[in-house]
């Protein structure tokens, strides 16, 4: 505080850092783990003087990851940032190693761990379960990543946007990763798929193979979520669903983050409803860094920590001395989230208007849609809200996507398993007590509210990929229910009600895959006509290894920094010429091309009577002939 600065917070913070950390001190005494509080201590304090080193462990991760989002906050945007990263790294492996298991902190860091016997028995004993999971998670991936570059056939405008970003934040020096960019996403997601560019190759297929793994990754964890909560066979064929499920597919093999919404939901409830059972610090730790690590994903994984208090909420309702019980593990899970989120908490403070700025330009409140449907339509508030759960809640069976983020011809579950989704919701609404199905039935119905029925045009499918594992696992419920019915009612055997449920998946794996790579892919629709006018533009120009100068009529339709163009041709010098070329001179000295918008065709004709020699060549869409541009290429 010596040099008496305006902004004074984060002194303040030190101060108080410093304060908390004397205390501790004095709590701790003289440092010697296993030491046994004394009579009367309060239990906090007694955790503290009973694992002093833990203690001192979860402070250094604390104090680590505020002040790595302190020098983020305080340094030029275009310095590196490298050192900043590594710093909230260690504070999440320092916390992470306070919440470790016991026999890393009493000298005997091995009893932490299982011995090789231990290892090769529990192999013997799983190695059916191991490889089957294997066979579905490869079956996932064999479905998210092959032919990555085509299919789908267009980068879509955001998928370049945030590729290009990406590209520039892992450009040395290393850009900010606590920060937030386009659309006020955080930085931190450009970061992750920068990583993916590096690894797999700076291409359309390199940007989206992230998106694939992580796919593939939700399989597992949607496995352990469904086996923690309904058993083995839940599990099951919640993992089989959603490997082949259309609409999880999709956004898998897209350069977006919306599907790691999917995989943080189902991590986070798994660590925490596994927590809650065997009584763990390190899952209740582990659990509130994925919840805070979500937070810079998009903006559906900050529900996830929402979602997982109305829940601990109604535990503590239902269940005597609840808090009692557990109030250490989630004070464990309340640091492990802040230690994750505190460097973009930081920023927040210093830019508090990006916390909302998305959430509010969506929101049908606070950008003043209803209020403007209200005098558009002359229909009443309570009709236009109607509306909105109505297309809702039927996204699943009836209503279509009516954004290019997919817009399939079909709702975001197939005839099939929209069925089994309907009586897998009947089967848990009729046993809401339970706490499974509570925790199941919060998550859905809590995202469709907060995520479609109060935003505009719903339903719009990137902002509900969190319940993608939620709908499979619905799915798996409807199955088993009626399973258990047909058992029943017919006197089907185990035998034969496996075979029905092989043959069952089998079909509804062969619906959406058909659907998916031999209806919906050839239609390119994805990402609108401009994706489509763009990606085909770029990959000729990739072919052709073009690097003059390109005049672009294609405004107010297409602008050359559009997020396809700048991400698969970065090279290439584009110009955007105005409407009817007004204050516009092209330099064709060595040559250049004209490229033309289908609206601005009529331009052609004054380009082709300025440059006679020129060649041109019209470029038609593979999925329905229309012209998607016209070409003029002048060579000196």
């Known amino acids: 505080m010596t040099y008496r600065r305006g902004y004074v917070w984060d002194g303040v913070l030190f101060w108080a850092l410093g304060l908390l950390s004397i205390g501790v001190g004095l709590c ?9 509080p004394s009579h009367g201590t309060t239990p906090w304090l007694a955790a503290i003087q009973t694992h002093p080193l833990r203690a001192g462990a979860a402070l250094t991760g604390v104090s680590l990851s505020v002040a790595a989002g302190l020098g983020a906050r305080h340094r030029p945007p275009d310095a590196g940032f490298a050192d900043l990263l590594f710093l909230w790294l260690g504070g999440l492996a320092a916390f992470l190693g306070a919440c470790s298991p016991s026999g890393l902190w009493r000298g005997r860091p091995w009893r932490g761990f299982p011995s090789l016997e231990g290892v090769r028995r529990w192999f013997r004993g799983e190695a059916g379960r191991v490889v089957m999971l294997l066979l579905v998670v490869g079956a996932g991936v064999a479905v998210r990543a092959s032919a990555l570059a085509h299919i789908p056939a267009n980068l879509g405008g955001d998928e370049g946007t945030q590729g290009a970003a990406a590209r520039a934040l892992v450009r040395a020096p290393l850009g900010n990763p606590f920060s937030t960019g386009w659309y006020s996403v955080p930085t931190m997601s450009f970061l992750a798929y920068g990583l993916s560019l590096e690894v797999f190759g700076a291409s359309v297929s390199g940007l989206r193979a992230l998106s694939a793994l992580i796919g593939a990754a939700t399989l597992v964890t949607t496995y352990l979520l469904a086996r923690e909560l309904w058993g083995e066979r839940t599990a099951w064929l919640s993992a089989t669903v959603l490997a082949f499920a259309h609409y999880h597919v999709h956004f898998s093999r897209l350069g977006s983050n919306q599907i790691a919404d999917a995989l943080v939901v189902t991590l986070s409830l798994w660590l925490l409803v596994h927590g809650m059972r065997t009584k763990e610090p390190w899952a209740f730790g582990a659990a509130g860094v994925t919840m805070g690590l979500g ?12 979602l997982a208090a109305v829940y601990i909420g109604l535990q503590a309702l239902l269940r005597h001395r609840f808090v009692a019980r557990y109030r250490l593990l989630l004070a464990l899970l309340i640091i492990g989230a802040l230690v994750a989120v505190a460097p973009l908490l930081l920023h927040y403070g210093a830019h508090p208007g ?10 049908i409140f606070a950008s003043g849609w209803l209020e403007r449907e209200r005098e558009l339509t002359g229909r009443s508030t309570a009709s236009l809200l109607l509306e909105q759960v109505w297309k809702a809640v039927s996204a699943f069976n009836y209503t279509l996507d009516p954004t290019f983020w997919y817009r399939a011809s079909i709702p975001l579950l197939d005839v099939v398993g929209g ?5 897998g919701m009947a089967w848990a609404v009729s046993r809401w007590r339970w706490p499974s199905n509570s925790l199941l039935l919060i998550w859905f119905w809590m995202a469709l509210i907060l995520g479609w029925v109060m935003t505009e045009n ?7 990929v969190i319940v993608a594992p939620a709908l499979a696992i619905l799915v798996a419920l409807g199955i088993e229910w009626v399973l258990r019915l047909s058992g029943g009612l017919l006197g089907a055997g185990a035998t034969t009600r496996r075979a029905l449920t092989t043959a069952l998946l089998m079909v509804m794996a062969g619906v959406n895959l058909g659907y998916y790579f031999l209806v919906y892919t050839p239609t390119r629709v994805y990402g609108n006509p401009t994706a489509e006018m763009t990606t085909v533009l770029a990959r000729e120009l990739q072919r052709d290894g073009y690097r003059g100068i390109l005049y672009l009529h294609g405004a107010p339709a297409v602008y050359w920094d559009f997020g396809t163009l700048q991400f698969m041709v970065p090279e290439v010098a584009g110009v955007d010429v105005p409407p009817n070329g007004e204050g516009w ?3 064709v000295t060595g040559g250049t091309r004209f490229i033309f918008h289908p609206t601005r065709l009529g331009e052609l004709e ?3 009577g300025r440059f006679p020699e020129g060649s041109e060549r019209y470029v038609r869409s593979t999925a329905d002939g229309e012209l998607l541009y016209a070409e003029y290429t002048v060579t000196q």
């Not at 937070?295 to 929402?306: E, N, P, Q, S």
């Not at 990006?354 to 929101?363: A, D, F, G, Y």
């Not at 069925?419 to 009586?423: E, T």
């Open 28 to 36: 701790v005494g003289d440092g010697r783990p296993g030491r046994r």
């Open 295 to 306: 937070w810079y994903g998009y903006f559906g994984a900050r529900l996830v920590g929402l």
């Open 354 to 363: 990006e916390v909302l700025s998305r959430p509010n330009q969506v929101s």
């Open 419 to 423: 069925l089994f989704f309907v009586l």
């Open 458 to 464: 719903p339903p719009s499918s990137q902002r509900m």
């Open 585 to 587: 001179e092209p330099d």
């Open 606 to 608: 004054v380009i082709r």
